[in-house]
């Protein structure tokens, strides 16, 4: 643009000092760190990261099962399951491995014992 207009990198170089400094003046002066709140748990988060840690568990088991078949087709010929018995199969080891998460989940405190303790003698 230099060859069109000459003016136009000191232009926009005193555009963008301008904008440094209104920026500089917004974050220094404008903006203030929220105040921190004290709340008892993560909320709806803690629901998403369940679904979320079931959902990977679904998905990596049918990953491998689709992977494992895939190499079994092509490496060995004594090994030839039917689909049924493969689903069946992969979907006993999901299952399993879905009540090894749940489990664990339920029997597993979310928040340790002197957190707990903590909260409650604050609420008090």
Known sequence: FSAVYP?????????????????????CRLS???????????????TAFQFLGVLSVVSNCWLL??????????????????????????VTIEHILLAVFLG????????PAHVKLAMDRQSL
């Open 104 to 111: 664990l989940d339920r029997f597993v405190s979310n928040v």
């Open 7 to 27: 003016l136009a990198g000191a232009i926009a170089l005193l555009n963008n000092l301008t904008e440094l400094w209104a920026d500089r003046y917004k974050l």
């Open 65 to 90: 099962s689709i992977d494992l078949w895939r190499v079994e087709e092509v490496s060995s010929s004594w090994l030839t399951p039917d689909h049924l018995s493969w689903f069946v199969l992969w």
């Open 32 to 46: 203030r760190k929220p105040r921190p709140v004290s709340i008892r748990d993560i909320g709806a988060w803690f």
